[in-house]
Structures are given as structure tokens and as C-alpha cells.
């Protein structure tokens, strides 16, 4: 076997995302408690980088003080701000629902698990006009983007 030889962290590094905003979909998504007992919402979601090829990123909606602004950025992102308003998202919904992440590698401090990529927080839809709702505070959902690209 040949090959190029690499540095501990260039081996460590390998596969994983730079810090960027890149396109998601949610694969699956389970309501549970976390370990305070809080309800949540566990994400399985496949990032996809510039050349399209995806990479699946665990991700948790828990709305404490902490957590409210993803459970909500992520809700806009996705089309959901109805139902956020509403107070109640259902994991059974979310399977399939598409938007965008800034995602980073999360070092761990402890040095006994590789880095890994993590979603730090999900980001409004833009163009056509839709605003940042998820940020301005306006409860309205963002206008879908319009597609004359009908099949029929």
C-alpha cells in the first residue's frame, strides 16, 4: 500500500467541515428528556459541504434559557415559525425539513474523543424577500421562496 503520510491532526481533522453556513436536512428527529429532564428534541442531520457530499451531525432543540434561541432559529429555518409560535414542534414533522447551519468542530478538551463537527445555530431562509424573523422578532414565518419549476 502507498501513501501520502499525515501529521496527528491532519489525520484528526479529516472529514470534518470548516466553520462555514452549510446546506441540512434532517434524516431523523426523536423526542426525549435530556439528563436535567428537560423535553427535547434529538436531530440526526446531514450537512452538505460545496461538493455536495453530506456528513450526518447529531444535534439537541432544548428550549431552556441556553437553548431557546437554536430551538426558535431552527423553527424559521425550516419553514416552522407557525408552529413555533404555537409553542409545540413535533419530531415526527421535522424528518425531511431543509435549511441552512453555521456548523464548527468542537474540540474536546479532554483529549480522549476525536473533534467533531457540531451545529452552533441555524440560520433564516434568504432571498425572494424573506427577512430574518428568526432575529427581528416578528412571529410572522418567513415567505417561501417562489419556484416556477412546477413538474405538471
Known amino acids: 500500500m502507498r501513501f501520502d ?3 496527528e491532526k491532519e489525520v484528526a481533522e479529516a472529514g470534518l467541515l470548516p466553520l462555514g453556513n452549510y446546506d441540512f436536512e434532517v434524516v431523523a428527529a426523536e ?6 429532564g428537560n423535553d427535547m428534541i434529538e436531530l440526526r442531520a446531514r450537512v452538505y459541504d460545496n461538493d455536495g457530499q453530506g456528513r450526518t451531525i447529531f444535534d439537541y432543540l432544548v428550549h431552556t434559557d441556553g437553548g431557546a434561541y437554536k430551538v426558535r432559529h431552527f423553527a ?7 408552529e413555533y409560535e404555537k409553542g409545540e414542534l413535533r419530531a415526527d414533522r ?3 425539513a ?7 468542530i468542537k474540540k474536546d478538551k479532554t483529549k480522549q474523543y476525536p473533534d467533531k463537527n457540531s ?6 431562509p434568504t432571498g425572494n424577500g424573506a427577512a430574518s424573523h428568526a432575529t427581528a422578532g416578528d412571529p410572522r ?3 417561501p421562496p ?3 419549476d412546477i413538474p405538471f
Do not use: N
Not at 31 to 36: F, L, P, Q, T, V
Not at 119 to 124: E, F, K
Open 5 to 7: 503520510p499525515k501529521s
Open 31 to 36: 423526542e426525549k428528556r435530556s439528563e436535567k
Open 76 to 82: 424559521y429555518a425550516v419553514g416552522m415559525g407557525v
Open 94 to 96: 421535522l424528518v425531511g
Open 98 to 104: 431543509t435549511g441552512k447551519a453555521r456548523v464548527f
Open 119 to 124: 451545529i452552533s445555530d441555524y440560520l433564516p
Open 141 to 143: 414565518p418567513a415567505a
Open 146 to 148: 417562489f419556484d416556477d
